[in-house]
């Protein structure tokens, strides 16, 4: 655990206010779930909840069927971070930032497809530019997305899109759950 410095009290509703500094540097929107831990040495942790995370053996074998069904690199976000990946390397992808781009794109709520003339860079320092990106939504909140990246003589098709859109949906409809 890092110390910032900042001393924050609680008020006579139990509220205790995060400054403005951490919740930009830490991506944390008005909104986000937070989870609430305690360590024994009486810590409190707040930790950002990622529904889409509590998915991750879902998400892993999802992108991995998506991969051997299109034959094109897969990557499933949550609003933060790559959780799962398929046809890439792992440890250059996992838990890696999403950019700003992408964030856009999700609050767009639409399918993005791109091109030569379109390009969308999903993951802050990755080169490889996404081809689909489809926005995982529940019950009105977005909580990620799903993304098929540019491999090798790439061209999107409408059946690909679809996919990326099932993926999204499915996803979406798990968290409900």
């Given at each position: 655990?890092?110390?910032?410095?900042?001393?924050?009290?609680?008020?006579?509703?139990?509220?205790?206010?995060?400054?403005?500094?951490?919740?930009?540097?830490?991506?944390?929107?008005?909104?986000?779930?937070?989870?609430?831990?305690?360590?024994?040495?009486?810590?409190?942790?707040?930790?950002?909840?990622?529904?889409?995370g509590e998915l991750s053996d879902v998400t892993e074998h999802y992108a991995d069927v998506l991969y051997r069904s299109v034959n094109t690199p897969v990557l499933i976000c949550d609003r933060d971070h790559v959780i799962s990946c398929a046809g890439v390397s792992k440890k250059d992808f996992m838990d890696k930032h999403i950019s700003e781009d992408l964030e856009n794109i999700m609050e767009e709520r639409k399918v993005f497809t791109g091109d030569s003339d379109n390009m969308l860079y999903p993951i802050e320092g990755v080169s490889l530019a996404a081809s689909i990106a489809a926005p995982i939504i529940t019950n009105g909140d977005i909580l990620g997305a799903v993304l098929f990246l540019f491999g090798d003589g790439t061209r999107i098709s409408p059946t690909e899109i679809k996919l990326a859109q099932v993926a999204a949906s499915f996803l979406g409809r798990q968290m409900e759950e």
């Open positions: 655990m890092k110390a910032t410095g900042i001393v924050r009290r609680i008020d006579d509703l139990g509220r205790v206010v995060i400054p403005k500094e951490i919740r930009r540097t830490m991506h944390i929107r008005e909104g986000a779930p937070l989870e609430i831990f305690t360590d024994t040495q009486g810590g409190v942790i707040f930790k950002k909840y990622s529904p889409v």
